[in-house]
Structure formats: C-alpha cells, structure tokens
C-alpha cells in the first residue's frame, strides 16, 4: 500500500475566474474516508479549502460531493477504494457552486415546502388525542422513503435535474410519497396539484440514477413510479366517475 494518495481538489473563488484543480498529497491510511483526507488538507496544507460536513458519520448529509465523477457522501466513502489514485473530489453536479465545494441548495429549499413534507391533518386534534396509533405494517408501508437525508446526490445524479431545473427531484418527491403513505396523514389530496405535474412526477424519464446514488436506499425512483400510478388512476376516476361517487 502507498504511504501517500493524491487528492486532486477543486478550487473556485467567484472573484478569480473559472474553477481549476488542486493537488494534494495525504497520508494514505486504509480506515480514512475522503472527508479525512480533506480535514487533513484543511488542518495541515491550506486552511482556505472551504466544504461542508458536519457529524462524519452518514447522517446529516452535508458533505456530499463529488468523487471520482459519481456523487458520494464523503464520510463514506474510503481513500482505500480509489487506490493508488489519485482521487478527483469535485462539488455536486447541477448546483450553482458558492467556493470551492460548497454548492448552494436553495432551490431545494424553495421546493420543499411545496410538496408538504409533514403530516397534515383534516382537522387538529384535541391535545389529548395528539397519539395516533400505528401498526408495523402501517410503519413499513412509508420507512422506505422516511430515510431520506436531504444529502443533494440524487439531484446531483438525475439528468432531467440537470435541463429541467423546474423539475421538483427525486428527494422532494420522495419525501411527499413518505407522508402520502403515511396512514396518520390526511393531505395527499393537497399534494396532488404539486406531485402531478409537468414539473413533478411527469418529467421524471426514470433513468434511476437517483437510486444508484441514494445512500440510504431510498430509492426515489420507485416513489416517482408509484406516485405517477396514484395520479394516473385518480384522473382516470375523475372521467369515469360520476361526481357523486369520488
């Protein structure tokens, strides 16, 4: 095994012009995930790399880039997989890029909201009836889609994303179908108008590489498909039902 490895860095500063890349060399150690290496670089070699992270340990999500061309949590993510290297970390694809790999997701944050990510009820309880009692079944039919970290790789993946920036995305969507499932949640009806749409569900040309990125196994393409049934069928019960009978 090599004693050093190669991380090949992007380095943007909006006032310096287009972005380029930076070579570094880190101890190579088999436990170390990317994002050690780059703490190394930080500490030790140039304290003006800027990135985002936060727990290091899968589960806030912030420091997803990109590595060796494919998006990845880079906490983990291991040096070891890309030896001898070297390794290309680069910020995430189809997002605007604030300094060097810190992206802004604002327009995430903009899309959210919309989709109601949060159980919605008819009418609200009284405070001693806020428990609403779940079977496991009934928790097994949305865990799937609950596991969502908000971590950007599978905006960063989807090539409709990628021309279509009024496109929802996949975690957006995947985070509505969580609480559609939800047998607690009484707004899937209000989400329909967001969900299926030219910009929602619609645009999706199931590619799946959200999927293949998600590193908790969401798989928001599965949620996408199945949506784009819920919304099929409901418009086709819109023609062939009598108004009194929906």
């Known amino acids: 095994m090599p004693d050093t490895i190669t991380l090949q860095v992007t380095r943007y500063r909006p006032e310096a012009g287009a972005p380029t890349l930076q070579e570094y060399q880190v101890p190579f150690r088999e436990e170390w995930a990317v994002l050690d290496g780059l ?8 304290g003006t790399l800027s990135f985002r992270w936060s727990c290091r340990m899968g589960i806030c999500g912030s420091c997803g880039m990109t ?27 189809n997002f605007p890029v604030i300094r060097d790999l810190v992206v802004e997701i604002d327009d995430f944050m903009r899309k959210l909201p919309k989709v109601k990510p949060w159980l919605v009820r ?18 097994d039919a949305y865990k799937q889609f609950s596991m969502c970290i908000n971590c950007m790789l599978c905006y960063a993946a989807c090539p ?8 929802l995305g996949p975690a957006a969507i995947a985070l509505a179908q969580r609480y559609n499932l939800d047998s607690r949640d009484q707004g899937a009806h209000q989400r329909l108008d967001v969900l299926a749409t030219a910009d929602g569900v619609w645009a999706c040309t ?30 086709l019960r819109s023609f062939l039902l009598p108004r009194a009978a929906r």
Not at 68 to 88: E, I, K, M, Q
Not at 217 to 232: E, H, S
Request: proline share 10%; net charge negative.
């Open 39 to 46: 703490n190394y670089i930080k500490d030790q070699i140039d």
């Open 67 to 93: 590595v060796n061309g494919d998006p990845a949590l880079t906490c983990g993510t291991f040096l070891s997989d890309y030896a001898p290297g070297p390794v290309r970390v680069e910020p995430l694809a």
């Open 122 to 139: 008819d009418e609200e309880p009284a405070v001693a009836d806020l428990e609403f009692l779940q079977t496991p079944a009934e928790l």
């Open 160 to 167: 409709v994303y990628a021309i279509e920036p009024d496109f």
């Open 206 to 235: 199931y590619v799946g590489e959200c999927t293949n990125a998600c590193p908790k196994g969401v798989d928001p393409a599965g949620a996408i498909q199945r949506y784009k049934l819920t919304a099929a069928t409901r418009t």
